[in-house]
């Protein structure tokens, strides 16, 4: 029966009811899809932008993209672009990270090989399109170097901080550098056929492009080899090393869903495209304005930008004490861009029709040898000091320093090689 205040039986509170619980709703648990989904959106980009400090440099995506597309100086538009993708790199792996852990051990360490070094590949590809063989070149050794002597130099400093020796497992550090052994083989071999033969129409001829062809696809079959190695056949080797990433992750829930990391993984994706296709175009500019030859351009400024945010997270977790974490990021950085990234950027140089090769510059070539010659013999203990990290260190800054006097014209040592074996050529 209806109440006198009531005339027609209705309960005439609801509606006023509805209205204020509407109004203490968070938008992003609100049943209405076109109100729910983009505050789900502002809520997740709010959460992620406060992951890390470095974001805070997002600010100068914008600036770089308006100072390319308006053609301001080369010299502004790098760096505004080079610090550009320092938080993109930073948000990069971050999405990485956050999809590889829906998606099981095996599935996120092929996400991990593909995207953990997205920034070098993606510059690569912009500077390979263009014809940039020696940015390309110059990029790919510059982030092995920087990774196997500037981050674990740092890793060694941050642990032996704490501790006066801090140890790592052994087998799985000297697998690794003895890839790296191996890569650094299928340089010196390019530049010792270069060396020998005989003229310079040969030497300009099919001979290296056969043999980097060749090379690149043992090298990458090497790689998917250590994947299942690592992964699948031998996972126990790397028991302790997961042991103490489940230590570090345990109860915390990935932020992200797969669908919405995948979509933070496209976009950062196209913008680090983009920032990297006006910083590609500026070093030419920046080469003749600013003095700085485009060897150390590729091999030490750009590496250090790329990879700044696993230098950042690298030291992080060696300062903690977790050196085997430190170690796989190092020196596993370096093992994807020696096996992975460069004989990839020789395949698909074969494919455009850009003669991408290994024969790297012969000073380069030594170089590289030289320095997997000294991690391997600070990691064959499978101990750590801060004085092996100075030693790193110090390494590091001799290569940067003779590659900011080394002029990008200079003279193949190769040719130098050729003539001692051969005096009377």
């Known amino acids: 029966m209806p109440q006198p205040d009531q005339p027609n039986g209705h309960d005439e509170t609801a509606p006023l009811l509805q209205r204020q619980s509407s109004l203490t ?4 648990e609100d049943e209405r899809r076109w109100v729910r989904w983009p505050g789900k959106t502002v809520y997740l980009t709010g959460k992620v932008l406060a992951t890390n400090y470095v974001n805070v440099l997002l600010v100068f995506v914008p600036l770089g993209i308006i100072a ?5 100086d080369p010299t502004a538009v ?4 080079f610090v550009a993708i320092i938080p993109l790199a930073a948000l990069l792996s971050f999405a990485t990270e956050e999809l590889a852990a829906k998606l099981g051990q095996t599935l996120g360490g092929l996400m991990n090989a593909t995207f953990g070094n997205a920034v070098e590949l993606i510059v690569s590809i912009v500077a390979l399109k263009n014809g940039e063989i020696r940015i390309v070149q110059s990029s790919m050794l510059g982030s092995i170097l920087s990774n196997i002597l500037l981050v674990l130099g740092c890793c060694f400093l941050a642990g032996g901080i704490r501790e006066q020796e801090s140890t790592f497992n052994e087998t799985v550090a000297s697998t690794m550098s003895s890839l790296m052994a191996v890569a650094s083989a299928s340089l010196i071999i390019p530049a010792t056929l270069y060396a020998a033969l005989p003229g310079p129409e040969q030497k300009t001829g099919d001979h290296i492009l056969i043999l980097s062809h060749g090379t690149a696809i043992i090298l990458l079959l090497l790689y998917v080899l250590y994947l299942y190695f690592q992964l699948k056949s031998h996972a126990r080797l790397f028991d302790e090393e997961h042991d103490q990433e489940e ?7 990935p932020l992200l869903q797969p669908i919405p990391a995948s979509i933070m993984l496209l976009v950062v994706t196209v913008f680090v495209a983009v920032c990297a296709e006006y910083l590609v175009d500026s070093i030419d500019s920046l080469v003749e304005s600013g003095h700085i030859s485009k060897t150390f351009i590729g091999l030490v400024l750009l590496p250090i930008v790329g990879n700044a945010a696993e230098h950042v997270t690298a030291v992080i977790v060696a300062y903690k004490g977790k050196m085997d974490l ?4 190092a020196i596993g950085s370096s093992m994807q861009i020696a ?3 460069t004989p990839f950027m020789v395949i698909l140089g074969w494919i455009i ?3 991408m090769t290994l024969h790297f510059q012969g000073f380069e070539t030594v170089v590289f040898f030289l320095s997997v010659l000294v991690v391997n013999y600070l990691i064959q203990d499978g101990k750590s000091n801060y004085l092996e990290g100075a030693m790193c260190l110090g390494t590091y800054i001799i290569i940067a320093l003779a590659f900011y006097v080394y002029p990008d014209d200079a003279g193949d040592i190769s040719s130098l090689i050729s003539r001692f074996f051969n005096p009377h050529a």
């Open 247 to 253: 230590g570090d992750e345990e109860g915390a829930e």
């Open 339 to 341: 096996l992975f990234v």
């Open 68 to 72: 390319g597309a308006l053609h301001w």
């Open 78 to 81: 790098f760096i505004l672009n």
């Open 326 to 329: 430190a170690i796989n990021v």
């Open 25 to 28: 709703t968070r938008p992003w």
């Open 353 to 355: 029709g850009q003669p």
